[in-house]
């Protein structure tokens, strides 16, 4: 038994889940099963001031940066298209469904002000044509689009300090490049040319510059 998909929710919540291993490498004790046994689409939330833990069923659970939203994800089946987000205010105690327009969700994040949301939506195994990316405000509920044409977007992050996006595209032939997308869905920022495919894996926290590095 391991703990795993390990995660702050702010700076006295953390989540994670158990994965069980039928089988391993080398000898280790035996591990007493944890309450409600193993369940690895199942966040447990540890608060480190009460000592206590609260079980949830989903596959995501993510707090907005100014812990006055959380956002959960569950589904029936975690391999198949049914993916469902709620979008619960923790000040006023209401939730609501949200983003209910895709198929195959993943939620990627908070804007760094808590204002938007970014999900990306796999359906059909993100086909550059059918790839698509949904901005959501969780005060409002407005939503925008990322719209990447017919080009492959291979990773995407939000900035630390602004509520921008940025994006690798690479098409296969001309090479690629770093997009830049605001909360509207609108193309900001002059596009950055890659001479071969590039995965970001970091804004610099005063969003000068971006830590990318060579798919290959």
């Known amino acids: 038994v391991i703990e795993y998909r390990l995660k702050w929710l702010d700076d006295n919540h953390l989540a994670y889940s158990y994965e069980e ?6 000898n280790t004790p035996s591990v007493p099963t944890p309450i409600g046994g193993y369940h690895p689409y199942k966040y447990i939330v540890y608060d480190i001031v009460s000592g206590k833990t609260n079980n949830t069923p989903n596959l995501e659970i993510s707090w907005s940066p100014d812990s006055r939203y959380q956002i959960t994800c569950t589904s ?5 298209p049914d993916w469902e987000f ?4 923790l000040i006023s105690n209401t939730d609501r469904p949200i983003a209910q327009e895709l198929v195959f969700g993943r939620f990627l994040g908070w804007s760094f002000d808590s204002q938007w949301m970014l999900f990306m939506d796999q359906a059909n195994n993100n086909k550059p044509t059918e790839q698509r990316y949904l901005l959501v405000a969780p005060a409002t509920h407005l939503t925008s689009r990322i719209n990447t044409g017919k080009d492959l977007c291979t990773s995407i992050t939000w900035a630390y300090r602004r509520a921008v996006v940025a994006c690798t595209i690479f098409d296969g ?8 997308w605001g909360p509207d869905g609108s193309q900001i920022h002059p596009a950055i040319p890659l001479p071969k495919p590039f995965q970001i894996l970091s804004w610099t926290p005063d969003d000068s510059r971006l830590l990318i590095y060579p798919e290959d």
């Open 21 to 26: 291993f039928s089988s391993y490498h080398i």
């Open 76 to 80: 029936r089946n975690p391999y198949e």
């Open 86 to 89: 709620t979008l619960l205010d």
């Open 173 to 180: 032939h001309s090479g690629g490049e770093i997009r830049f």
